[in-house]
């Protein structure tokens, strides 16, 4: 959607900041301040880059048509790295030194598991895309949202797609040793068997681990018809689709969405090892099967080719993320009238399907999950195209 002055000017009735919240000024020509933790350099700042194309896309389109009632908005970035204790001093200097309005980010969960009590005891609001699930806790953290799925929510729609769509009875569950890879695997596993299928491999590799073989092979002589991968390492990943086709095994691969990261075409050994991968995706980021995008997704990409906009390295969902996060505190600080933390929670608490790019937004006091997850899909691994890929195979149009 294009931001007008009429669509940021709703008049909503100011609310006044409770007693002890942190307080912003008044003055209406005050900017919007919005704090971003943002991993810009590290090996985990793809998505933070993604993010912050469509973090500075939102806020050039919002100060363009006028800002929010006359006010401009302002977005104060403090590069993490990836590093949690680089984290927490940017929260500290946002919340004490640089008194911004709200925080988007960070956008890994290490970080985000130590920056959020931090924002929590200031009521500070915080909306991320981080997907540990115990991230999200109205009790504890009543003023942070979660606009991505959570891990829950991915591992509903691989189980989904292995069980419903690929209708496989056996299953391989493979993770790395991280701490994320081994509680991935763990809770995929439990889910797996839950739902009646047999587990019949499952192991955390060591991501630097330079041959899957081993692994693969087990995987195959205990009759697995389906590889579910629960890892960031798009090496490992390579490695094991590159497995596969000197071992001819006709096997697909379901999983995490870094399995349709762009690094996988330069590591692989050829195209032809990308195939029969499916990760997971959104339909906001699918095309169909003569290559059309839902309308309002390629109305976005329309705008963002216009203003020049990379997407040829980034994915879509984290373009389209960035651009609803800046959105959603834009309208919050609007329709509170701008006076304290309490009115943006208030404003975000109020939301049912709100018509963000990347999906539509729901949340209430008990429950700040607020993506929809009929909209988490797979997706074919090896069909970038602006970021958006073909959805996997099997899904009715």
Not at 39 to 55: E, K, L, W
């Amino acid at each position: 959607m294009s931001f007008s002055r009429r669509e940021f000017t709703l008049g909503g009735a100011a609310l006044a900041g409770a007693a002890g919240l942190p307080k912003v000024a008044l003055a209406q020509s005050e900017p919007i301040r919005i704090g971003w933790l943002a991993a810009m350099t590290g090996p985990s700042s793809a998505p933070a880059i993604g993010f912050d194309r469509g973090v500075q896309f939102a806020a050039a389109q919002i100060n363009a048509a006028g800002g929010v009632k006359g006010r401009k908005i302002e977005i104060i970035t403090r590069d993490t790295q990836g590093d949690p204790t680089k984290a927490v001093n940017a929260t500290q200097e946002m919340i004490s030194q640089l008194k911004v309005h709200a925080i988007w980010g960070p956008t890994n969960s290490g970080e985000s598991l130590a920056v959020t009590p931090i924002m929590a005891r200031a009521k500070m609001p915080n909306i991320h895309p981080c997907v540990v699930d115990s991230l999200i806790d109205t009790a504890k953290f009543p003023n942070a949202f979660r606009l991505a799925p959570s891990n829950g929510q991915w591992d509903d729609a691989v189980r989904g797609y292995c069980l419903k769509i690929l209708k496989v009875k056996k299953i391989a569950v493979i993770g790395d040793t991280t701490g994320y890879g081994v509680s991935a695997v763990g809770a995929s596993v439990a889910a797996f068997q839950k739902d009646g299928a047999e587990v019949v491999y499952k192991a955390n590799i060591d991501a630097t681990q330079p041959d899957m073989t081993p692994d693969l092979l087990r995987a195959k002589n205990a009759g697995a018809e389906v590889i579910v991968v629960w890892s960031v390492t798009t090496g490992m990943e390579a490695r094991m689709f590159n497995t596969r086709a000197k071992m001819g095994w006709d096997v697909a691969f379901v999983g995490h969405p870094s399995l349709s990261s762009g690094e996988i075409g330069k590591l692989i050994d050829k195209p032809a090892n990308w195939d029969k991968v499916y990760a997971v995706g959104y339909k906001s980021a699918s095309y169909d099967g003569v290559g059309k995008l839902p309308a309002k997704s390629q109305e976005l990409i329309d705008r963002l080719t216009k203003a020049k906009v990379e997407l040829g390295d980034t994915l879509f969902w984290w373009v389209a993320g960035g651009y609803d996060a800046i959105a959603l505190i834009a309208k919050a600080v609007e329709v509170s009238g701008g006076t304290g933390s309490e009115g943006i929670t208030k404003y975000w608490n109020s939301l049912n399907k709100y018509p963000g790019y990347f999906g539509n937004y729901t949340f209430n006091d008990k429950q700040h999950n607020g993506y929809p997850t009929e909209e988490v899909v797979m997706s074919a691994a090896s069909s970038v195209k602006n970021g958006t890929f073909a959805l996997a195979p099997g899904y009715k149009a």
